[in-house]
């Protein structure tokens, strides 16, 4: 039974474009998500979060767009670079309990 | 430099050879947990602390412990390694459960 779904286990889009990684959960009761952005041979690295009392939260070229009502969240990257080719990772998490993870997605930045 | 230092990084070992990767941080978090990532799979969670000498099973314990004796220092331990166990480990240190996580390098683990 997996609460936190990412169901595009891939994505290529072309460097100056938009990346639009999407992220649905089952569990209304979540209330913290993050994104966080994988390289081959590191660890993930946090890239943004945000609660469930907003509805966007935006860091430079990242923004992340939570509804609620459906259960989705999303991180645009704009532009895409190719160093932001990376495998995402959404999290989620209510009160005081563990992070649960998607399963990723693969973003391949083109130039 | 904050980090999480994990330790070693490739290992290879056989069926049944005790053994332990090691996992340390410098943040002086109180929230440290171990994660295996496999392919198709993503980021499970296999143990966590929330304190020194508190440690809960996280979503695929089975095979595995883990102590907390310090708050620096979270080893995983396999007693029996089995070839199901090969994957990519990552430690994960953070102030709190469900605040930003830094994680470490990883390792990757063969069993034979």
């Known amino acids: 039974d997996q609460q936190v779904k990412q169901n595009s286990p891939s994505l290529s889009v072309q460097e100056g474009r938009i990346s639009i990684l999407n992220c649905d959960y089952t569990?209304?009761?979540?209330?913290?998500f993050l994104w966080y952005k994988k390289y081959p041979a590191e660890g993930p690295t946090f890239l943004i979060s945000?609660?469930?009392?907003?509805d966007k939260n935006e860091d430079g070229r990242f923004t992340v767009f939570l509804n609620k009502s459906a259960k989705h969240l999303s991180l645009h990257i704009v532009p895409s670079q190719p160093g932001d080719s990376a495998v995402y990772f959404c999290?989620?998490?209510?009160?005081?309990?563990?992070?649960?993870f998607g399963k990723g997605t693969r973003l391949s930045v083109i130039a | 430099e904050a980090q999480v230092t994990q330790n070693p990084r490739y290992l290879i070992t056989v069926t049944g050879k005790k053994l332990t990767v090691t996992c340390s941080q410098n943040?002086?978090?109180?929230?440290m947990s171990w994660y295996r990532q496999d392919p198709g799979l993503g980021l499970r969670q296999i143990y966590y602390?929330?304190?020194?000498?508190?440690?809960d099973k996280g979503d695929v314990p089975e095979g595995y412990k883990v102590s907390r004796k310090e708050k620096r220092n979270f080893p995983l331990i396999l007693e029996s390694p089995s070839p199901n166990q090969t994957s990519l480990y990552f430690c994960?240190?953070?102030?709190?459960?469900?605040?930003?996580?830094?994680f470490g390098q990883g390792t990757r683990l063969t069993v034979v």
């Open positions: 994960a240190s953070s102030y709190g459960v469900n605040t930003e996580a830094f």
């Open positions: 569990n209304s009761m979540f209330d913290y």
């Open positions: 945000i609660s469930s009392i907003k």
């Open positions: 999290a989620a998490s209510v009160g005081n309990t563990p992070l649960v």
């Open positions: 943040m002086n978090h109180e929230y």
């Open positions: 602390s929330m304190n020194v000498e508190v440690t």
